[in-house]
């Protein structure tokens, strides 16, 4: 399979392969207790999936087991998408995705880098509404 794309959401999650772009091989879609071992059986290869919040840790998680994963910014994937999205449409724009030049691929981050980040962005987001608060006072009392 040259492109192979899976698109999860909180209980399911769609996979396509892809044999030529357009020519879909492979189309499942499983429970959440069967992620692991359908994509463990997967053969060596790229295995795309959109970049997001638990994209990392599923790649983390995936590294040893099976296939190679790579994540694609959403801007990356979105032209190939052909109607409304939807999980199964996500998963074949992926899997077309795959084996395009990687112009917008993100590099899977380790739990320390990620774990800094979350707490800055965190950090970022407290000192935001603690000046929004501020701001919504001075507005009270000069009015």
């Known amino acids: 399979m040259t492109g192979r794309g899976i698109a999860m959401a909180q209980r399911v999650l769609h996979a396509v392969g892809m044999e030529d772009p357009g020519q879909?091989?492979?189309?499942?879609?499983v429970a959440r207790h069967a992620r692991l071992p359908l994509l463990a059986q997967l053969p060596p290869g790229r295995l795309g999936?959109?970049?997001?919040?638990?994209?990392h840790?599923?790649?983390?998680?995936?590294?040893?087991?099976?296939p190679a994963v790579t994540r694609r910014a959403p801007p990356g994937v979105t032209p190939s998408v052909k109607a409304?999205?939807?999980?199964?449409?996500d998963a074949a724009a992926i899997a077309d995705a795959v084996p395009r030049p990687p112009?917008?691929?993100?590099?899977?981050?380790?739990?320390?880098?990620?774990?800094?980040?979350?707490?800055?962005r965190g950090h970022e987001r407290r000192r935001g509404e603690r000046t929004a608060r501020v701001q919504a006072g001075h507005g009270l009392r000069h009015a």
């Open 84 to 89: 409304q999205t939807t999980d199964r449409r």
């Open 24 to 29: 879909s091989v492979l189309h499942t879609r």
């Open 49 to 55: 999936r959109a970049a997001g919040g638990g994209a």
């Open 57 to 66: 840790d599923w790649a983390r998680r995936l590294r040893e087991p099976g």
């Open 103 to 120: 112009r917008r691929w993100v590099p899977t981050q380790d739990v320390a880098p990620q774990a800094l980040q979350a707490r800055q």
